[in-house]
């Protein structure tokens, strides 16, 4: 352990040190990061470019006492090494370990979970109105970055903020990017206040040498301070801020302790509500990340702590390329087709599309609902709309999309990532609440591909409808394999028929859980069940082929890599219901409860989604409908008994039953 580092595991220890000591520690932070962040991957560069800044604020404010709320909370890594969690980064992000994010069972310090983007300015408000309300005065600290105040929400807050005398300090963390370069009349404004520094220190150097002057010096000062609004505009145009009503500081360099400390105490003193703009650099000290052009290595994989190459690459296709290919080749054949993304043009796929089309191409910034309605308004003139997003953000868009989309019946294509368990970033980042979420949308379309020809057609397709909204959903694990359809019946694809008639259990595979279904379904057939495997691919609205094979089965068993409640699986026991087939369904998903992070194959062994889970349940399930094998028989392997729980520990809410 370095000399510095050592000797911190509280904000108190931060205050004991001198200057010498600080820049040290400030080198040292930046070297344990890349050291553990290089072996377990996360957000690396936001981190780098946030160690002076999140020193300064824990030797200021007071710390859980005086909460500092992170938004997003992906830059939080420094925060958590001051805070005593400093020996468990060997864990960080891993299953059982450390979150990336913050955490309110890890520490007090941590006041906020994590949380989705341009949030912890509202947060903010609500403590400090609490505060008020029980009459104690203490500042709240919400750290916000420069893309996410491309959010509304963020300016909803202000507007608040601003309006009260309640002492909230805004520190913008302003490095001039989200994931890719901010963008919008907002990442103007600030990178206008960074290339003209120095109304700050002008100002006091007026006030200092006027105060000095008896009598005519403080009432001249005042008299001056009608020109402060013009000083101000030529120094630094920050008005957009004071117009708020709120005080401005700045802008601060985010790597010098001591401009930072002296920022932050003056806004701490103040006691109402101020806004300090610190400029900083994502990555900042560690030269592959400074250079790393994307992103300044936003967030990495296992990587070389040395050279900052990712190590253990995989050289499969992955999901978000061949949406990426298929965009292209649509873009290429249609000029109407045209790209919208939320600061996230590369990780969803977008780059390519923009570099060719950029006249087609917008990002709006971390404004999903702006994008949901911004596109329904293209759709309205004639365009068609891909809005690529990963799958847990557009939650926030689902009142856009159900009103300003659907109820319009316009023709926009949503494009969700990630869909599904995605494991190491956390319950905030899991995009498993969609397919739920999508099912009671009028009119919807919704694709749930398994491989990459599905994908594909599926993209297809959705470009072809016009008067409705349509949704592709894919996941973040590697492509899948080819899973082949053995025929096809009408809009259903069947992957596997018995050998022998009639079907005692019919498996409706969801998606991406073809594979994991099919393995499963050997281990039913092994247990003397007669087991066809279908795939609708398209889920919304369900193809009318359903009934017909369903009225096959004895069982019919769903599988989805959603959650549960309100999920395909219902919707088609729903279905066959209202047909009045009497056939018993029951469904296979995710619990509705906030999965812990973790490996995305732990994750789903803890929602049951295994193919031994799936096996067990269903044979169970059947067994008590038809009679016949026990369960046991399907898990005889080591594999199940060792990783997979028994049905008793599994969530209580991740099936349901219809007979």
């Not at 946030?50 to 300064?56: K, Q, S």
């Not at 979150?99 to 403590?127: K, V």
Request: hydrophobic content about 40%; proline content about 6%.
């Amino acid at each position: 352990m370095s000399s510095v580092l050592s000797q911190v595991s509280c904000p108190a220890d931060l205050r004991r040190l001198n200057s010498a000591q600080l820049n040290s520690l400030a080198t040292e932070v930046r070297d344990f990061l890349v050291a553990k962040v290089s072996k377990t991957g996360g957000h690396l560069g936001p981190n780098l470019g946030a160690v002076e800044l999140t020193l300064a604020l824990h030797r200021v404010f007071d710390s859980p006492a005086e909460p500092i709320l992170f938004d997003t909370g992906h830059q939080s890594y420094v925060h958590k090494i001051v805070t005593g969690r400093r020996d468990a980064f060997d864990s960080l992000r891993q299953t059982d370990g450390l979150s990336g994010y913050p955490s309110r069972a890890e520490s007090p310090h941590d006041w906020i979970e994590n949380s989705h983007a341009s949030t912890a300015l509202s947060y903010a408000d609500g403590l400090a109105k609490a505060f008020d309300v029980r009459g104690d005065q203490r500042p709240v600290v919400a750290v916000v970055g420069d893309g996410a105040l491309t959010g509304g929400m963020c300016w909803e807050a202000l507007n608040n903020i601003a309006a009260s005398k309640r002492p909230v300090v805004v520190i913008v963390n302003d490095n001039g990017r989200s994931y890719s370069p901010t963008i919008g009349g907002l990442a103007e404004h600030l990178a206008g206040l960074r290339l003209r520094p120095g109304y700050e220190r002008v100002l006091k150097n007026v006030k200092g040498t006027l105060g000095r002057t008896p009598v005519v010096g403080p009432p001249l000062y005042d008299a001056l301070h009608g020109f402060k609004r013009g000083m101000k505009d030529l120094l630094a145009p920050q008005g957009m801020f004071e117009d708020l009503g709120l005080k401005y500081l700045g802008p601060v360099d985010g790597h010098d302790l001591a401009s930072l400390e002296h920022a932050f105490t003056l806004a701490r003193q103040f006691g109402a509500p101020v806004l300090v703009h610190c400029v900083t650099r994502k990555g900042y000290g560690y030269a592959p990340a400074e250079n790393h052009v994307a992103d300044q290595m936003h967030a990495v994989g296992v990587i070389d702590p040395k050279t900052g190459e990712q190590l253990n690459r995989t050289p499969t296709r992955s999901w978000t390329k061949v949406f990426s290919d298929e965009i292209v080749k649509l873009g290429a054949a249609r000029h109407d087709i045209v790209a919208i993304t939320a600061a996230m043009q590369d990780p969803v796929g977008l780059s390519a599309f923009a570099a060719q089309f950029p006249e087609r191409s917008f990002d709006v910034g971390i404004a999903e609902q702006h994008a949901l309605t911004s596109a329904a308004g293209m759709a309205a003139a004639g365009l068609h709309p891909f809005v690529a997003l990963y799958a847990t953000f557009l939650n926030r868009a689902f009142d856009q999309l159900l009103m300003d989309v659907a109820l319009h019946r316009a023709g926009v294509t949503i494009v969700l990532d990630r869909a599904g368990v995605t494991g190491e970033d956390g319950p905030s980042h899991n995009g498993m609440w969609d397919l739920a979420m999508l099912g009671v949308v009028p009119g919807i379309h919704l694709a749930a591909p398994r491989d990459e020809a599905t994908l594909r057609s599926a993209l297809q397709v959705a470009a072809r409808i016009s008067d409705a909204p349509s949704v592709v959903r894919y996941p973040k694990t590697p492509l899948s394999d080819e899973v082949p359809a053995v025929r096809r019946l009408g809009e259903v694809d069947v992957l596997r028929e018995p050998d022998l008639d009639p079907v005692d259990v019919l498996l409706i595979s969801v998606g991406t859980m073809a594979g994991d279904v099919l393995e499963a379904a050997g281990r039913v057939s092994g247990a003397g069940y007669r087991v066809r495997v279908i795939d609708p691919r398209w889920v919304a609205p369900l193809p009318s082929e359903l009934l017909r094979l369903a009225a096959d089965a004895q069982v019919v068993v769903t599988v989805e890599d959603g959650i549960v409640v309100n999920g395909v699986g219902s919707r088609i026991s729903q279905l066959l219901r209202e047909a009045d087939l009497k056939v018993a369904t029951r469904e296979l998903g995710i619990p509705p409860e906030f999965l812990d992070h973790g490996k995305v194959a732990d994750v789903r062994v803890r929602a049951g989604l295994t193919p031994q889970n799936i096996a067990r349940r269903t044979v169970e399930f059947a067994a008590g409908v038809i009679g016949g094998s026990e369960a046991s028989s399907v898990a005889s392997d080591s594999t199940s008994a060792s990783t997979s729980p028994s049905p008793s520990e599994l969530p209580a809410n991740t099936e349901q039953r219809h007979d």
